[in-house]
C-alpha cells in the first residue's frame, strides 16, 4: 500500500538525531510553551514566597476580619517600627492575609503534585513492568489493581486520612493509591506490546537475563508516555488535595492551601468572594497549565498515542 | 463490447510528482508515461521506492499529503483529466469509471459493516437503486467473484471471512458500477500463494469478460509473468522500459531489468549433495498446542499449532520449512530456539538433551541456536547503536567489551558492510543491510545452528538475492546447520538442501529440495507448485546472464 511512499524518503536517509530534535520539537509546541512557563511562574511563586512581600499566612487578626482586596491597615515589624500593609486579596474570616496564604498555599499543591506523579510512575513501572513481563503474576497483579480502581478515590482518601493522622503523608498516600493502577495499565499495555517485538525476542536469544533485557529493551520504550502521563497525574493529584481540602479531611485547615483557603471562605461566598476567587484561580491555572503542559509533550513525544485519542 | 484493443482507459503523460524537500530525492515519479488499454493488464514491477504506488494513488486522485503533481495529464478514457477534477468531480469517477483494490484487504474493509452494505455503498452513492434492487445486484456480484454461498456472505461481518474472500469482495465492490479502469495495488501480496492464484485468476477472468483495463501494481515478477498483458518497470521513479510480457521477461534491454529477472530465483533446486557433518539439531515428535484451560470462563479450545514433527539438520546443510501462514513453520522455529515451550517432545542440539534444561542449561542452548527474524525494521532496537546490538550477546557471555568489539568489526566485514559503521543506528541503513546486521549479531554467537525465520520476506527481490547468497556463504564457512523458514517455493529452492513441507501443524512432505521440486508426492505440495505464480512461464526462461 503506502508503504512504498513512506519508506521512499527514509531509507538511506541520512540519520535525524532523535532525541535532540524530539526535546527541539516540544520547545516549539505552542502548548508546551505556555504551559510550561505559567507552570514555571507558579513554581518561582511559591518558592519565592517569603520575598514576595507576603506575611505569615497562619497569623490571626481577630479585628481585621473579612476584608475586601486592597484593604489596608498598619503592621508592627519585628525591629519595633510600624509599617502599612495593603491586603492585596483581602482578608479571610479569621483575618489571615488571603494573598499571603495563596502564594503559600502553592508550595503544598506544588509538593504534592510532583511527589504523587513521581511515587506513582515509580510504583506503577515497576509493577507493570513485572505484571507485563512475567506471565504468571499477570493475572493476579492486574485483578487487584482492577480492585483498587473500584473504589472511589475520595472516599479511599477519607478513609486513609481518618485511619492516620492529617497531614502532607497522608493526603500523598491517599491520591497516590488510586493512580497507581493506571500507570500499570500503561506499563503493562507498552510492555506487552514491546516484548512481542523481534528485537526483544533476539535480546532473549542472545541469553540476554531478564532484569538486564527489562532495563536496556523495554524501558526506554516507557519513558516518553510516562512524561506525559506524569504531568495529567500531577494536575489530577492537584486538583484532589483541593477537593480533600475543602472537604475538611486534608491538609489540617492551618496549614494554607489552596483547598483550605477555598473551604474557609464557603460560608461567605455571597458577601466576599474574593476568599475563593483567588485561589480558585491560582488553582485552575495551575492544573490548566499542567494540563497543556501534558497534552503539548504527548503530541511531540508520543505522535503515536497522540493519534489515538 | 467496444472494440477493446483501440479505447485507451488510462493515459498518464508526462506526470511528475515532487516529494517535499528534505526527501532522498527530488521527484517520487519524473515524467512518466503509462497507458492502459481496454481489456488490457499492465503491470508496474519495481521495487520499494520505485513510484510505482505513487502512480497508482495519483491516478485516483489520493496522492499523499506534501507530494504534489507539478506536470503532465492524467487521462481518462481519452477526456477527463484526473489532475484537473474538482474534488466533487474526482468523488464521481471513483467508482463509476475507476476503482481500485489494495493490498490489505484486512485494513481496506470496514470491519463493524457488513459485507453486503459496504459493497452497496458505491450503488447507494453513484445510482438511485431501490434497497431491494440494491441486494439482488449486490448478490450479483458475490456471486461473479465466485464467492460461497453468497446470501449467507451478504449479511457477514469482514472478520467473519477469510483474506482471501476479503480480497473477492474489494474485487467485487470495485467492479459494481463497470469501471472502464481498475487499479490493483500489490493485491496478492498479503495472501497465501494458493489464494493468490484463484486472486489472479479471478481478475483475470473478471478483465477478459468485462473489458476493463486493468493497471496492476507488483514487485513480484512471478505475478508478472502470470497475469501481464504488458509490463512497465520503474526505477527510482523513472519509467526504465516498457514493453510486452514476452519483450519484458525474455528479451529485457535495460540492464536493471535485466538485474532483477535474474535475481528472482529459480524453481530449479540445485542438485543434491549429501551432507557428512554430524547431526546439530534432532527434532522428535514436537507438540505445540495453544489453548486455555479455561479459569472461570470458556475456555476450553484446542489448537495444535504442532503436530508430532520430526526434523534433522547437519551441519553444513540447509533444511527449508515451507507452508503457508498458519501452518505452524514459524512455531516449530520458535520452539527449537525456545522462544516458546514445546507442549511435547524431544529436542537434541549436538547430542545434548534441550528438552529438560535446567534455566542454565537453556543460557547454553542460547548461544548454540541462534535466530534471524524476518522483519529487519524491528528486529534491531532502534535506539541502540548496531555495534551495541552485536556485542550484547557475547558479552552476556562473559567476553570483554575489548574482544567482542573486534569480533563486531570482523563480523562487519564478513557480512559486507564496513566496520566503521558500528556506531550508527538501525534507521541509517537499509533493510538488506540490517539484515545483514542481523547474521552478523547471530554469528557473533558462534553458533552451531541458525534459524532464519522468513528472513527474506521483507526485502526487495534484489536485495532478497543478494542477503540469501551471504547466508549460503557464512553457512559454509562457519560450518553452520541452517533452518530455513519460508513461504515462498522459489527462495526454498534456491537455498536449501532438504525440504520440509508443512500444512496445518504437521510435515506432510519431506525429501531433498531436488527429489522434491522434481516429483512432488503429497497432494498438498502439489497444489503448493501449481499456484507458484508464473510457474511455467519462468521455467521457460532464458537464464539471463
Given at each position: 500500500?503506502?508503504?512504498?511512499?513512506?519508506?521512499?524518503?527514509?531509507?538511506?536517509?541520512?540519520?535525524?538525531?532523535?532525541?535532540?530534535?524530539?526535546?527541539?520539537?516540544?520547545?516549539?509546541?505552542?502548548?508546551?510553551?505556555?504551559?510550561?512557563?505559567?507552570?514555571?511562574?507558579?513554581?518561582?511563586?511559591?518558592?519565592?514566597?517569603?520575598?514576595?512581600?507576603?506575611?505569615?499566612?497562619?497569623?490571626?487578626?481577630?479585628?481585621?476580619?473579612?476584608?475586601?482586596?486592597?484593604?489596608?491597615?498598619?503592621?508592627?515589624?519585628?525591629?519595633?517600627?510600624?509599617?502599612?500593609?495593603?491586603?492585596?486579596?483581602?482578608?479571610?474570616?479569621?483575618?489571615?492575609?488571603?494573598?499571603?496564604?495563596?502564594?503559600?498555599?502553592?508550595?503544598?499543591?506544588?509538593?504534592?503534585?510532583?511527589?504523587?506523579?513521581?511515587?506513582?510512575?515509580?510504583?506503577?513501572?515497576?509493577?507493570?513492568?513485572?505484571?507485563?513481563?512475567?506471565?504468571?503474576?499477570?493475572?493476579?497483579?492486574?485483578?487487584?489493581?482492577?480492585?483498587?480502581?473500584?473504589?472511589?478515590?475520595?472516599?479511599?482518601?477519607?478513609?486513609?486520612?481518618?485511619?492516620?493522622?492529617?497531614?502532607?503523608?497522608?493526603?500523598?498516600?491517599?491520591?497516590?493509591?488510586?493512580?497507581?493502577?493506571?500507570?500499570?495499565?500503561?506499563?503493562?499495555?507498552?510492555?506487552?506490546?514491546?516484548?512481542?517485538?523481534?528485537?526483544?525476542?533476539?535480546?532473549?536469544?542472545?541469553?540476554?537475563?531478564?532484569?538486564?533485557?527489562?532495563?536496556?529493551?523495554?524501558?526506554?520504550?516507557?519513558?516518553?508516555?510516562?512524561?506525559?502521563?506524569?504531568?495529567?497525574?500531577?494536575?489530577?493529584?492537584?486538583?484532589?488535595?483541593?477537593?480533600?481540602?475543602?472537604?475538611?479531611?486534608?491538609?489540617?485547615?492551618?496549614?494554607?492551601?489552596?483547598?483550605?483557603?477555598?473551604?474557609?471562605?464557603?460560608?461567605?461566598?455571597?458577601?466576599?468572594?474574593?476568599?475563593?476567587?483567588?485561589?480558585?484561580?491560582?488553582?485552575?491555572?495551575?492544573?490548566?497549565?499542567?494540563?497543556?503542559?501534558?497534552?503539548?509533550?504527548?503530541?511531540?513525544?508520543?505522535?503515536?498515542?497522540?493519534?489515538?485519542? | 463490447m467496444l472494440s477493446p484493443a483501440t479505447r485507451t482507459v488510462l493515459?498518464?503523460?508526462?506526470?511528475?510528482?515532487?516529494?517535499?524537500?528534505?526527501?532522498?530525492?527530488?521527484?517520487?515519479?519524473?515524467?512518466?508515461?503509462?497507458?492502459v488499454k481496454a481489456g488490457e493488464i499492465v503491470?508496474?514491477?519495481?521495487?520499494?521506492?520505485?513510484?510505482?504506488?505513487?502512480?497508482?494513488?495519483?491516478?485516483?486522485?489520493?496522492?499523499?499529503?506534501?507530494?504534489?503533481?507539478?506536470?503532465?495529464?492524467?487521462?481518462?478514457?481519452?477526456?477527463?483529466?484526473?489532475?484537473?477534477?474538482?474534488?466533487?468531480?474526482?468523488?464521481?469517477?471513483?467508482?463509476?469509471?475507476?476503482?481500485?483494490?489494495?493490498?490489505?484487504?484486512?485494513?481496506?474493509?470496514?470491519?463493524?459493516?457488513?459485507?453486503?452494505?459496504?459493497?452497496?455503498?458505491?450503488?447507494?452513492?453513484?445510482?438511485?437503486?431501490?434497497?431491494?434492487?440494491?441486494?439482488?445486484?449486490?448478490?450479483?456480484?458475490?456471486?461473479?467473484?465466485?464467492?460461497?454461498?453468497?446470501?449467507?456472505?451478504?449479511?457477514?461481518?469482514?472478520?467473519?471471512?477469510?483474506?482471501?474472500?476479503?480480497?473477492?469482495?474489494?474485487?467485487?465492490?470495485?467492479?459494481?458500477?463497470d469501471?472502464g479502469l481498475l487499479?490493483?495495488?500489490?493485491?496478492?501480496?498479503?495472501?497465501?500463494?494458493?489464494?493468490?492464484?484463484?486472486?489472479?485468476?479471478?481478475v483475470r477472468e473478471m478483465q477478459e469478460r468485462r473489458g476493463t483495463g486493468v493497471l496492476?501494481?507488483?514487485?513480484?515478477?512471478?505475478?508478472?509473468?502470470?497475469i501481464?498483458d504488458r509490463?512497465?518497470?520503474?526505477?527510482?521513479?523513472?519509467?526504465?522500459?516498457?514493453?510486452?510480457?514476452?519483450?519484458?521477461?525474455?528479451?529485457?534491454?535495460?540492464?536493471?531489468?535485466?538485474?532483477?529477472?535474474?535475481?528472482?530465483?529459480?524453481?530449479?533446486?540445485?542438485?543434491?549433495?549429501?551432507?557428512?557433518?554430524?547431526?546439530?539439531?534432532?527434532?522428535?515428535?514436537?507438540?505445540?498446542?495453544?489453548?486455555?484451560?479455561?479459569?472461570?470462563?470458556?475456555?476450553?479450545?484446542?489448537?495444535?499449532?504442532?503436530?508430532?514433527?520430526?526434523?534433522?539438520?547437519?551441519?553444513?546443510?540447509?533444511?527449508?520449512?515451507?507452508?503457508?501462514?498458519?501452518?505452524?513453520?514459524?512455531?516449530?522455529?520458535?520452539?527449537?530456539?525456545?522462544?516458546?515451550?514445546?507442549?511435547?517432545?524431544?529436542?537434541?542440539?549436538?547430542?545434548?538433551?534441550?528438552?529438560?534444561?535446567?534455566?542454565?542449561?537453556?543460557?547454553?542452548?542460547?548461544?548454540?541456536?541462534?535466530?534471524?527474524?524476518?522483519?529487519?525494521?524491528?528486529?534491531?532496537?532502534?535506539?541502540?547503536?548496531?555495534?551495541?546490538?552485536?556485542?550484547?550477546?557475547?558479552?552476556?557471555?562473559?567476553?570483554?567489551?575489548?574482544?567482542?568489539?573486534?569480533?563486531?568489526?570482523?563480523?562487519?566485514?564478513?557480512?559486507?558492510?564496513?566496520?566503521?559503521?558500528?556506531?550508527?543506528?538501525?534507521?541509517?541503513?537499509?533493510?538488506?543491510?540490517?539484515?545483514?546486521?542481523?547474521?552478523?549479531?547471530?554469528?557473533?554467537?558462534?553458533?552451531?545452528?541458525?534459524?532464519?525465520?522468513?528472513?527474506?520476506?521483507?526485502?526487495?527481490?534484489?536485495?532478497?538475492?543478494?542477503?540469501?547468497?551471504?547466508?549460503?556463504?557464512?553457512?559454509?564457512?562457519?560450518?553452520?546447520?541452517?533452518?530455513?523458514?519460508?513461504?515462498?517455493?522459489?527462495?526454498?529452492?534456491?537455498?536449501?538442501?532438504?525440504?520440509?513441507?508443512?500444512?496445518?501443524?504437521?510435515?506432510?512432505?519431506?525429501?531433498?529440495?531436488?527429489?522434491?521440486?522434481?516429483?512432488?508426492?503429497?497432494?498438498?505440495?502439489?497444489?503448493?507448485?501449481?499456484?507458484?505464480?508464473?510457474?511455467?512461464?519462468?521455467?521457460?526462461?532464458?537464464?539471463?546472464?
Open positions: 500500500m503506502t508503504t512504498d511512499v513512506a519508506n521512499a524518503p527514509a531509507e538511506e536517509a541520512p540519520a535525524p538525531r532523535r532525541k535532540a530534535s524530539a526535546i527541539r520539537g516540544a520547545l516549539r509546541n505552542p502548548s508546551v510553551i505556555i504551559g510550561g512557563v505559567i507552570v514555571l511562574l507558579i513554581a518561582l511563586l511559591s518558592i519565592a514566597a517569603p520575598r514576595l512581600g507576603t506575611i505569615d499566612p497562619a497569623e490571626i487578626n481577630p479585628a481585621f476580619r473579612n476584608k475586601k482586596p486592597g484593604a489596608e491597615r498598619t503592621i508592627r515589624n519585628d525591629d519595633g517600627t510600624q509599617s502599612k500593609y495593603e491586603h492585596r486579596f483581602g482578608t479571610d474570616s479569621l483575618g489571615r492575609d488571603v494573598y499571603s496564604r495563596v502564594i503559600y498555599g502553592g508550595r503544598v499543591s506544588l509538593i504534592i503534585g510532583v511527589t504523587v506523579a513521581a511515587l506513582s510512575i515509580a510504583i506503577g513501572l515497576i509493577i507493570g513492568m513485572i505484571a507485563g513481563y512475567i506471565r504468571w503474576l499477570d493475572g493476579p497483579i492486574m485483578r487487584v489493581m482492577d480492585g483498587l480502581m473500584a473504589i472511589p478515590a475520595i472516599l479511599l482518601a477519607m478513609g486513609v486520612v481518618s485511619l492516620s493522622r492529617a497531614g502532607l503523608m497522608a493526603v500523598v498516600i491517599a491520591i497516590l493509591i488510586p493512580e497507581v493502577p493506571r500507570v500499570v495499565r500503561l506499563v503493562r499495555a507498552i510492555v506487552l506490546s514491546i516484548r512481542e517485538e523481534p528485537y526483544v525476542e533476539a535480546a532473549i536469544t542472545l541469553g540476554t537475563p531478564t532484569p538486564v533485557l527489562l532495563f536496556r529493551h523495554v524501558l526506554p520504550n516507557t519513558i516518553a508516555p510516562l512524561i506525559v502521563q506524569a504531568t495529567f497525574i500531577c494536575a489530577s493529584a492537584i486538583l484532589v488535595e483541593a477537593i480533600l481540602s475543602f472537604l475538611g479531611i486534608g491538609i489540617p485547615p492551618d496549614v494554607p492551601t489552596w483547598g483550605n483557603i477555598m473551604a474557609e471562605g464557603r460560608s461567605l461566598f455571597r458577601v466576599y468572594p474574593h476568599n475563593i476567587l483567588y485561589p480558585g484561580i491560582f488553582l485552575a491555572l495551575a492544573v490548566l497549565a499542567i494540563n497543556m503542559l501534558g497534552d503539548g509533550l504527548r503530541d511531540t513525544l508520543d505522535p503515536r498515542f497522540a493519534k489515538r485519542v | 493515459d498518464v503523460r508526462n506526470m511528475t510528482v515532487e516529494l517535499p524537500s528534505g526527501a532522498d530525492r527530488k521527484y517520487a515519479v519524473e515524467n512518466i508515461n503509462i497507458s503491470c508496474v514491477v519495481g521495487e520499494s521506492g520505485s513510484g510505482k504506488s505513487v502512480t497508482a494513488f495519483n491516478v485516483m486522485g489520493l496522492l499523499p499529503r506534501g507530494l504534489k503533481t507539478t506536470q503532465g495529464q492524467i487521462l481518462l478514457e481519452d477526456d477527463e483529466d484526473v489532475l484537473k477534477a474538482s474534488p466533487e468531480r474526482l468523488r464521481d469517477l471513483r467508482g463509476t469509471r475507476m476503482a481500485m483494490i489494495f493490498q490489505e484487504p484486512m485494513t481496506a474493509l470496514n470491519p463493524v459493516m457488513r459485507v453486503g452494505e459496504q459493497i452497496a455503498e458505491v450503488l447507494q452513492i453513484h445510482t438511485d437503486m431501490s434497497g431491494a434492487e440494491r441486494r439482488k445486484r449486490v448478490l450479483e456480484m458475490l456471486k461473479l467473484v465466485h464467492l460461497p454461498d453468497p446470501e449467507r456472505l451478504i449479511d457477514a461481518y469482514p472478520h467473519q471471512v477469510s483474506g482471501g474472500q476479503r480480497q473477492r469482495i474489494m474485487i467485487a465492490a470495485a467492479l459494481t458500477l469501471p487499479i490493483a495495488d500489490e493485491p496478492t501480496t498479503a495472501l497465501d500463494v494458493t489464494t493468490q492464484a484463484r486472486i489472479l485468476q479471478l496492476f501494481i507488483t514487485h513480484d515478477f512471478g505475478v508478472v509473468a502470470e501481464a509490463v512497465v518497470v520503474m526505477q527510482k521513479g523513472h519509467v526504465v522500459e516498457q514493453g510486452t510480457r514476452d519483450e519484458i521477461l525474455r528479451r529485457p534491454q535495460q540492464p536493471y531489468t535485466k538485474m532483477l529477472i535474474a535475481s528472482v530465483p529459480s524453481i530449479k533446486p540445485p542438485p543434491y549433495v549429501a551432507p557428512r557433518g554430524d547431526v546439530i539439531l534432532s527434532a522428535k515428535r514436537l507438540n505445540k498446542t495453544y489453548g486455555k484451560k479455561g479459569f472461570l470462563f470458556g475456555g476450553g479450545r484446542v489448537v495444535h499449532a504442532v503436530k508430532d514433527v520430526d526434523l534433522d539438520v547437519r551441519r553444513g546443510e540447509t533444511l527449508g520449512i515451507v507452508g503457508e501462514s498458519g501452518s505452524g513453520k514459524s512455531t516449530v522455529a520458535r520452539c527449537i530456539s525456545r522462544l516458546v515451550e514445546p507442549t511435547s517432545g524431544h529436542i537434541e542440539i549436538a547430542g545434548q538433551d534441550m528438552s529438560k534444561l535446567s534455566s542454565t542449561g537453556l543460557r547454553d542452548l542460547r548461544r548454540t541456536v541462534q535466530v534471524v527474524f524476518q522483519d529487519p525494521y524491528r528486529s534491531l532496537n532502534p535506539r541502540r547503536q548496531i555495534g551495541a546490538s552485536i556485542i550484547e550477546g557475547p558479552m552476556n557471555f562473559g567476553l570483554s567489551r575489548a574482544d567482542a568489539v573486534a569480533r563486531a568489526r570482523r563480523l562487519m566485514g564478513e557480512v559486507g558492510l564496513s566496520p566503521d559503521a558500528l556506531d550508527r543506528y538501525p534507521h541509517q541503513f537499509s533493510g538488506g543491510q540490517r539484515q545483514r546486521i542481523c547474521i552478523a549479531r547471530a554469528l557473533a554467537m558462534e553458533p552451531l545452528l541458525l534459524i532464519g525465520d522468513e528472513p527474506v520476506s521483507a526485502l526487495d527481490v534484489s536485495v532478497q538475492a543478494q542477503v540469501l547468497e551471504l547466508l549460503a556463504e557464512v553457512k559454509k564457512k562457519f560450518d553452520l546447520a541452517l533452518l530455513f523458514i519460508t513461504h515462498d517455493l522459489r527462495v526454498a529452492a534456491q537455498i536449501c538442501d532438504r525440504v520440509a513441507v508443512m500444512k496445518q501443524g504437521e510435515i506432510v512432505e519431506q525429501g531433498t529440495a531436488e527429489a522434491l521440486f522434481a516429483n512432488p508426492q503429497h497432494p498438498y505440495t502439489k497444489e503448493l507448485f501449481d499456484a507458484a505464480p508464473g510457474r511455467d512461464f519462468m521455467a521457460t526462461l532464458e537464464p539471463v546472464a
